[in-house]
């Protein structure tokens, strides 16, 4: 019998392993391709807007990389001999590190903009967050929602649209949330109400959404570009901490609706373990019968949190448009939709969570366009796959318990 | 299954009248949606608008005008003549087999949204022993092209399925991510210069040999593009429906769907099951691709999106998990493609309006108390209601 104590230690002892083999891979991968003349160098300057500057990091890549490479073995044995109490932390960390490492070896003899790095890295992520975030309202109070994608190409749609037609992107982002929210209270009804199988239910609003936003888009955005031209959002530098090097471009000189994100994954963090809606919520989604018993009305909350997370998801389309591309293109949201879903499973349905499992896969996305600077002697191809398949590896390894609530994609029936 | 029962125990007046209701609702559903999409096209249509402007009369007159010209040209090009109606069987044929696939994963409790990277993989392996074996007998070399791309795309689900087995890691993230792997593996090997790219500047793969194309059924009419696939599909749909119901695999897997508790208490191999149905899962899946590449454009291109993954679920959904129901719904997403791009040709109404009819038609079958509600027609029996997939939570 496998008892939970003896699960505990595998668990540890398999991440210990895990992050052996991230040693390992920079042994292997990266060091051979480098001589001991070659140099990195990592510059910090800031894209857009005046921080503090920070000089230029320049070290030889053997030893960088062998720096690095003790660091994660130490942290690997640690981990065996002793175990680390927040064992995710760690590995976010050895992560990191592998990355850095990545990162070094593909810059060798070449300079390198973390900052910049990690500022498109934050932006790219935007919209994965918020779809992560969307599905973690959602899926707390037990309603499964795979139509965030749809949500997110209504609130694309809207805000490119209202925000064209009133001239202020405030008008558009209010649009969105009201194109997200209408499409979560059609999938609120089928789900809730008419106790359709809510994953029928999630893609057929995809599929609508999909087919509304580009009908209406051939007919009137793209025949007139009156409708299609909204007003965006501006950066705006956080005083003081937007001058910190490094972190400061990276987090405090966004836009609005990305310190609106940033807000959400704490206020929903928050609320969902400290509030009485959390405890609330938890309860629907993990036992709803008991939560009747005790006079919470199931219904009631399972139409909030949906609405709730179907604004969350247009926000996310409204990131798109508003805050990036300033024009709304057919079926523009990419698969991002999935994409959130997946980085909501992996960071155990946690806001938290799927913040930073966001960041995974905006680094991937961001890798893309770093590439063409960076001496890989790798096809690009099997580099953009990486990400993708160390989540599915991590996943294999650790996270693969990862618990849904109780009574996710349940309908509940009233007695 | 509860259908089943209810038939067999009426008698047949009843049993006529239960048919013709379990009829009316998905036929209703289709009539609710093409109204609903003609008051759309209406709607968005200046001229409609401006007739209404003039006057009631004027503006109803109009309105049926585009609104017969458009439905005209939608049903000519869904079943208008023999060129339309081959169409609608053409493209039906990938999608039965990806309708399958995720169906069947649904019947073992397993929820496949990468059939879209399954199809790109099957794509793959089956262009490959296409064009690279030559000197083949057709009867030998086609089904060599066909297996390869059942077992491209059984190998990738395949991962899937032990992943899940093996580790609990959930299969839909794993199938996403695979899917992301699967474009970028297909975009190296078709790049320009890539291992599997033809020559030259396109990023296509080389053409497919001869002796592998599936047959096409009027070799006298080039234009007409039905070829064989379409008779694999039914009969894999027939397979699929003889391995579900009459076989002791066919039993596990939906017990396990069922309930992969009670399964494991009953004895069954739950980890091997669910990676045999992963594995066949994905086997239909990349079946899907060579009725494309084999039947209709005898090469692969690079980056298409072929959109088959979505589709596959809505056409699961729809068909209610069934094979039988697989096929009427891939018939019925055929009709409507093959319909709306003449429609689009004819009375320039964007393409995209068939999504919008799907959507509909998904959401008026899925929920039926909608549509009864509009056309005031009696429910069936308790236990008619759909109950396909659960969420991730019960496993």
């Known amino acids: 019998m496998d008892t939970i104590l003896n699960q505990e230690k595998r668990k540890a002892r398999t991440m210990g392993i895990i992050f052996l083999v991230f040693a390992l891979a920079v042994l292997l991968l990266f060091l051979p391709g480098t001589t001991g003349e070659q140099q990195t160098t990592f510059t910090f300057t800031a894209t857009k807007v005046e921080a503090l500057a920070l000089p230029d990091l320049i070290f030889s890549t053997q030893m960088g990389l062998y720096v690095l490479v003790v660091v994660i073995v130490f942290l690997g044995a640690w981990q065996l001999a002793k175990g680390f109490p927040n064992q995710n932390l760690i590995l976010g960390v050895v992560a990191g590190l592998f990355v850095l490492a990545f990162l070094a070896w593909a810059a060798r003899d070449k300079s390198m903009n973390l900052t910049g790095m990690l500022e498109s890295t934050l932006l790219r992520s935007m919209p994965i967050l918020l779809a992560a975030l969307s599905?973690?309202?959602?899926?707390?109070?037990?309603?499964?929602?795979?139509?965030?994608?749809?949500?997110?190409?209504?609130?694309?749609?809207?805000?490119?649209?209202?925000?064209?037609?009133?001239?202020?992107?405030?008008?558009?982002?209010?649009?969105?949330?009201?194109?997200?929210?209408?499409?979560?209270?059609?999938?609120?009804?089928?789900?809730?109400?008419?106790?359709?199988?809510?994953?029928?239910?999630?893609?057929?609003?995809t599929i609508l959404a999909t087919g509304l936003t580009s009908y209406f888009s051939s007919r009137y955005l793209q025949t007139n570009a009156a409708l299609n031209t909204p007003p965006t959002f501006r950066p705006l530098q956080i005083p003081l901490l937007g001058r910190i090097p490094v972190v400061g471009p990276a987090f405090f000189n966004h836009t609005f609706v990305v310190y609106l994100a940033f807000f959400l994954v704490f206020a929903i963090q928050f609320m969902l373990y400290q509030t009485r809606w959390g405890l609330r919520t938890r309860a629907v989604g993990e036992h709803p019968r008991a939560a009747d018993t005790l006079g919470i009305k199931v219904f009631r909350t399972r139409y909030i949190n949906v609405i709730i997370g179907g604004m969350v998801a247009g926000l996310s389309g409204a990131y798109l448009v508003l805050s990036s591309v300033a024009r709304f293109d057919e079926l523009m949201s990419a698969g991002k939709g999935y994409i959130g879903m997946a980085a909501m499973i992996f960071g155990n349905w946690n806001p938290i969570g799927a913040f930073g499992s966001s960041l995974i896969f905006g680094f991937a996305d961001?890798?893309?366009?770093?590439?063409?600077?960076?001496?890989?002697?790798?096809?690009?191809?099997?580099?953009?796959?990486?990400?993708?398949?160390?989540?599915?590896?991590?996943?294999?390894?650790?996270?693969?318990?990862?618990?849904?609530?109780?009574?996710?994609?349940?309908?509940?029936e009233k007695e | 299954m509860s259908r089943q029962?209810?038939?067999?125990?009426?008698?047949?007046?009843?049993?006529?009248?239960?048919?013709?209701?379990?009829?009316?609702?998905?036929?209703?559903?289709?009539?609710?949606?093409?109204?609903?999409?003609?008051?759309l096209i209406i709607v968005t249509d200046e001229t409609v608008l401006a007739a209404f402007g003039r006057g009631i009369g004027s503006g109803l007159v109009q309105a049926w005008r585009i609104i017969s010209k458009a439905y005209g040209a939608f049903f000519f090009g869904a079943f208008g003549d023999l060129y339309h109606i081959t169409e609608t069987l053409r493209i039906a044929t990938p999608y039965i087999f990806a309708g399958l696939a995720v169906a069947l994963g649904f019947q073992g409790g397993?929820?496949?949204?990468?059939?879209?990277?399954?199809?790109?993989?099957?794509?793959?392996?089956?262009?490959?022993?296409?064009?690279?074996?030559?000197?083949?007998?057709?009867?030998?070399?086609?089904?060599?092209?066909?297996?390869a791309g059942a077992v491209g795309g059984a190998l990738w689900a395949g991962i899937v399925g032990v992943l899940k087995a093996k580790t609990g890691a959930h299969e839909v993230i794993n199938t996403i991510m695979m899917n992301y792997v699967a474009y970028r593996l297909a975009e190296f090997m078709l790049d320009v210069g890539g291992p599997m790219a033809r020559p030259g500047y396109r990023p296509v793969s080389p053409e497919v040999q001869p002796s592998a194309y599936l047959p096409q059924f009027f070799p006298s009419d080039s234009t007409i593009r039905f070829n064989a696939g379409f008779f694999i599909a039914l009969a894999f749909a027939v397979?699929?429906?003889?391995?579900?119901?009459?076989?002791?695999?066919?039993?596990?897997?939906?017990?396990?769907?069922?309930?992969?508790?009670?399964?494991?208490?009953?004895?069954?191999?739950?980890?091997?099951?669910?990676?045999?149905?992963?594995?066949?899962?994905?086997?239909?899946?990349?079946?899907?691709?060579?009725?494309?590449?084999?039947?209709?454009?005898?090469?692969?291109?690079?980056?298409?999106?072929?959109?088959?993954?979505?589709?596959?679920?809505?056409?699961?959904?729809?068909?209610?998990?069934?094979?039988?129901?697989?096929?009427?719904?891939?018939?019925?997403?055929?009709?409507?493609?093959?319909?709306?791009?003449?429609?689009?040709?004819?009375?320039?109404?964007?393409?995209d309006i068939t999504s919008i009819l799907q959507g509909l038609i998904i959401v008026f079958i899925a929920a039926p108390a909608i549509v009864r509600a509009i056309y005031r027609i009696r429910g069936l029996e308790q236990g008619e209601e759909l109950v396909l997939t659960r969420g991730w939570g019960q496993m």
Not at chain 1, 392 to 412: E, H, K, N, T, W
Not at chain 2, 317 to 329: D, E, Y
């Open chain 1, 135 to 205: 599905g973690v309202m959602c899926e707390r109070s037990g309603v499964v929602n795979i139509g965030i994608e749809g949500m997110m190409l209504a609130g694309a749609f809207l805000s490119a649209l209202i925000g064209s037609v009133t001239g202020s992107q405030w008008w558009g982002l209010l649009a969105a949330l009201a194109g997200g929210g209408l499409m979560a209270a059609l999938l609120a009804v089928l789900a809730i109400n008419y106790k359709v199988d809510q994953i029928v239910a999630g893609t057929a609003i």
């Open chain 1, 366 to 412: 961001s890798l893309q366009t770093k590439l063409a600077i960076l001496q890989v002697p790798i096809p690009s191809q099997f580099l953009l796959m990486a990400p993708y398949l160390v989540t599915m590896i991590v996943l294999a390894g650790v996270v693969g318990q990862s618990r849904p609530p109780a009574a996710d994609g349940a309908p509940y």
């Open chain 2, 5 to 39: 029962k209810a038939n067999a125990e009426g008698k047949s007046p009843s049993r006529i009248s239960a048919a013709a209701r379990s009829l009316a609702v998905p036929l209703l559903a289709v009539v609710t949606a093409l109204i609903i999409g003609a008051l």
């Open chain 2, 110 to 147: 397993l929820f496949n949204i990468g059939a879209e990277g399954q199809y790109f993989i099957g794509g793959l392996t089956s262009v490959y022993v296409g064009y690279s074996l030559t000197g083949l007998p057709w009867f030998v070399h086609l089904p060599l092209a066909l297996l």
């Open chain 2, 239 to 351: 397979l699929v429906w003889w391995l579900l119901y009459k076989t002791t695999l066919g039993y596990e897997i939906r017990t396990v769907g069922q309930n992969p508790h009670a399964a494991r208490y009953a004895g069954i191999n739950v980890p091997r099951t669910i990676i045999i149905t992963m594995a066949l899962s994905g086997a239909l899946a990349g079946l899907a691709a060579p009725m494309d590449i084999l039947g209709v454009i005898h090469f692969m291109p690079n980056a298409f999106s072929s959109g088959y993954g979505f589709d596959a679920i809505a056409l699961a959904l729809l068909g209610n998990s069934h094979p039988l129901g697989v096929v009427l719904a891939s018939l019925l997403f055929g009709a409507l493609r093959s319909g709306a791009s003449n429609m689009q040709g004819i009375a320039q109404i964007p393409i």
